[in-house]
């Protein structure tokens, strides 16, 4: 059975900082792709982070570009959002995605909820 967990979600102020951490069981994590997703009240859910297998390779949305990082260290089965600089914008729901090649979206976290406040 998959499972993707994450944590370290919680309130911030806007200007903070926070890391998201997602672990990934019942799967060869090596062999998925790795993504971050989010969706904030009344949007469409939305990619804003992913990294290949091996890690060599990331994409970012242009919203968080420069302000968030992903990495993974797969001896681990953990993928990281680090979040910098954070906006209210950035308030939403944080999901955690794992597919088989990058652009696809086989298991979803649960989410972990970020509120960044003014």
């Known amino acids: 059975q998959v499972q993707l967990v994450e944590s370290g979600g919680g309130l911030v102020q806007a200007g903070g900082s926070l890391t998201l951490s997602c672990a990934a069981s019942?799967?060869?994590?090596?062999?998925?792709?790795m993504n971050w997703f989010r969706q904030a009240p009344g949007k469409e859910r939305a990619v804003i982070a992913a990294?290949?297998?091996?890690?060599?390779?990331?994409y970012y949305a242009d919203s968080v570009k420069g302000r968030f990082t992903i990495s993974r260290v797969n001896a681990k089965n953990t993928v990281f959002l680090q979040m910098n600089s954070l906006k209210p914008e950035d308030t939403a729901v944080y999901y955690c995605?794992?597919?088989?090649?990058?652009?696809?979206?086989?298991?979803w976290g649960q989410g972990t909820q970020v509120t960044v406040s003014s």
């Open positions: 019942g799967v060869t994590f090596s062999s998925y792709s």
């Open positions: 995605v794992a597919g088989l090649r990058m652009g696809e979206y086989d298991y």
């Open positions: 990294i290949t297998r091996s890690g060599g390779n990331t």
